[in-house]
């Protein structure tokens, strides 16, 4: 009884969530696939309450519980790592949670197959899904765990890493606990709905206070000139001394918590100076600002003329050089490339 009371309460907060999302939806890839995640746990619940009223409630359920692991993968690289982009084949991947059952499921239906032969080729998809799921939820934990540790939003990394743990948890007892162990315990249902209702409770509590950006991005705060950074302070002045002087960002595996060291400010301090003073919303976006700026400067001086670029963005503290790339297009809106010709001839 309780776990059904719970269980209404949550889908009903899902649709308020929908309904007050819907209409920031437009152009923004986060919002619209934390919509979909959404609207997959609304058909899991329904699934769960009412799969034995009719055939069609069953395919709800059984449609949007596949699907939410794929989908929550593409939200986690969405919503928590900032201005990804889905490419195709993410889509397709996340959409395979999904396809490998219903294949099996259109085989049981529509083909005329020897039991002792469906039972083994459901049991080959069952551990391949299992394997798949498993994957892409470690993975989207890894993206969050990380885009969390470098966010420089404090009130957003508090309800980031609430979001992080309850899905991990509510996941867990999904796949895990039901589908694996296949614990038959009463509590698990309360549990799982007592989770989904307070996750999207505290969801909507941020959306009523008209606090959107503490999960997505709706606007870019990227800081673009150092001239207009304000050293009010002495610990602002230290940071850009850091940076300009010490050239810090060159480091390689260098995180807010060693700068922080470095400095003698504590993280917190640390923070809220490179965000409310300086403008930037999380860690990676303050260092790749110096470091394509010192990528841009070389590009177009003689003495790098011939140097690649790809030495040129590792030497600045880039790890890769498609991550640079993206930077750099992203600041400059052309390739380093085009970017080194088109100065070069100027």
């Known amino acids: ?20 999302l819907l209409k920031h939806y437009k152009n ?14 609304a058909g899991y619940i329904i699934g769960e309450l009412y799969t034995y009223v ?7 359920g059984f449609i949007a519980g596949n699907a939410l692991p794929g989908v929550f993968w593409l939200t986690a690289q969405s919503v928590f790592a900032d201005n990804t982009q889905i490419k195709k084949w993410q889509y397709w991947l996340a959409a395979s949670t999904l396809l490998l059952p219903l294949t099996v499921k259109l085989i049981q239906l529509g083909f005329d197959v020897e039991l002792r032969n ?15 799921e498993l994957s892409l939820i470690a993975h989207a934990f890894y993206v969050a765990i990380l885009s969390w540790r470098d966010d420089l939003i404090q009130e957003r990394r508090y309800i980031r890493g609430g979001v992080i743990s309850v899905s991990a948890i509510y996941i867990f007892l999904i796949i895990i606990v039901e589908q694996i162990l296949k614990l038959n315990w009463s509590g698990i249902d309360i549990l799982k709905s007592l989770l989904m209702a307070g996750l999207v409770t505290t969801i909507n509590y941020f959306l009523f206070e008209s606090k959107l950006n503490v999960l997505f ?3 870019s705060n990227r800081q673009s000139d150092t001239d207009a950074i304000k050293t009010s ?18 480091q390689d595996g260098i995180t807010i918590a060693s700068f922080a060291k470095h400095l003698a400010i504590h993280e917190y301090k640390l923070r809220h100076l490179i965000n409310g003073e300086m403008n930037y919303r999380n860690f990676n976006d303050f260092l790749n600002f ?12 003689p003495e790098f003329i011939q140097m690649p670029v790809l030495t040129l963005a590792l030497d600045s503290g880039f790890r890769s050089l498609s991550s640079f790339n993206k930077a750099f297009k992203n600041t ?8 080194r010709k088109k100065h070069s001839h100027s």
């Open 233 to 250: 302070s002495k610990e602002l002045e230290r940071i850009v001394a850091a940076m300009e002087n010490e050239k810090l960002y060159q």
């Open 1 to 20: 009884m309780l776990a059904t009371f719970f269980s209404h309460f949550a889908f009903a907060q899902i649709f308020l969530c929908v309904l007050i």
């Open 118 to 132: 469906y039972v083994s080729l459901a049991l080959v998809y069952f551990y391949l899904q299992l394997i798949l």
């Open 54 to 60: 009719s055939t069609p409630i069953f395919y709800i």
């Open 217 to 219: 991005v709706t606007q």
């Open 290 to 301: 110096y470091r394509i700026s010192e990528v841009s400067e070389k590009l177009v001086q």
């Open 28 to 41: 923004n890839q986060p919002i619209q696939l934390f919509i979909l995640l959404m609207l997959s746990g």
């Open 332 to 339: 400059h809106g052309i390739t380093p490339t085009e970017y």
